[in-house]
């Protein structure tokens, strides 16, 4: 079993710290092998940013996705550039409030989370890649409720742990209606 997710979307949107969330939700507290990678522009806001996990039961000799089987996406640009990369059958996890324009795409699985619309609700729009975060969890079943929240918890800033794990919750329960 081996599983390829890419998070993607622009530089200040908690791109790189989800992947670091899951792949520690995955090796620490789920008792798997994962690898996380990261690339971004050389702005530090507003460019390019994609966070990429592989997660697996066996050991994992190459670290790089290639065909990923998700995509959580938080961009148009973002959206325009990894869209036709997913494998078969994969599943797009997308913000439609930040990507307006989609496209036709064949055989892939497509849900639609308004993360930031969730996370302005709760007071913070930065808590919106964790909205998207309880959403993938949902929706993929990949990854155990408690394990995440528990990464959440040792991966984001003390003080701030109410407000994520509620963004965790809206995003998760957000994604179950979807996937039901």
Not at 66 to 86: G, I, K, R, W
Not at 90 to 115: Q, Y
């Amino acid at each position: 079993m081996r599983v390829e997710i890419r998070f993607a979307g622009f530089g200040g949107q908690g791109i790189i710290k989800s992947g670091i969330i899951t792949a520690a939700a995955a090796c620490i507290h789920a008792g798997k092998n994962a690898v996380q990678t990261q690339s971004y522009g050389p702005e530090s806001r507003g460019g390019a940013c994609k966070s990429e996990v592989v997660i697996s039961e066996d050991e994992i000799d190459f670290p790089k996705v290639v065909e990923p089987d998700v995509l959580v996406v938080m961009s148009q640009h973002a959206y325009n550039d990894y869209a036709d990369d997913l494998k078969a059958g994969g599943t797009v996890i997308l913000d439609p409030d930040m990507i307006p324009r989609e496209k036709d795409l064949k055989n892939v699985k497509v849900f639609r989370v308004p993360a930031t619309k969730i996370a302005e609700e709760l007071g913070r729009k930065i808590v919106a890649n964790i909205v998207m975060l309880g959403a993938f969890v949902a929706i993929t079943n990949m990854l155990n409720e408690d394990a995440v929240k528990e990464s959440i918890k040792a991966n984001i800033p003390k003080g701030t742990e109410e407000l994520n794990l509620a963004a965790f919750k809206k995003g998760y329960d957000c994604g179950k209606s979807l996937s039901a």
